[in-house]
Nanobody, 119 residues
């Protein structure tokens, strides 16, 4: 069983930055990938970014490329999302998730943290 706890959300002005963290519990934690997803009001949840746990290969949605950076600290079982140049349309609940193996979906989810970008 994996438990994920996110932190770092909040209110920020457009053009500003926020850093989200997601800490995973579990004695042996070695997933295939960890990722961030977001869901804005009235919209479907969408993929934002992911990172392979072993090799650190990163994947980004086109909408956040060049502005968001995902990283991980294997010693702390923690993944981070650095968000720069935030836009109004980045407002959403951000959730981290675990993909345990390449042939599985992301199937462990955190509770989510609200990110609100104001003008």
């Amino acid at each position: 069983q994996v438990q994920l706890v996110e932190s770092g959300g909040g209110l920020v002005q457009a053009g500003g930055s926020l850093r989200l963290s997601c800490a995973a519990s579990g004695r042996t934690f070695s997933p295939y990938r960890m990722g961030w997803f977001r869901q804005a009001p009235g919209k479907e949840r969408e993929f934002v970014t992911a990172i392979s746990w072993s090799g650190g290969i990163t994947y980004y949605a086109d909408s956040v490329k060049g502005r968001f950076t995902i990283s991980r600290d294997k010693a702390k079982n923690t993944v981070y999302l650095q968000m720069n140049s935030l836009k109004l349309e980045d407002t959403a609940v951000y959730s981290c998730a675990v993909q345990r193996a390449y042939n599985l979906d992301f199937d462990y989810w955190g509770q989510g943290t609200q990110v609100t970008v104001s003008s």
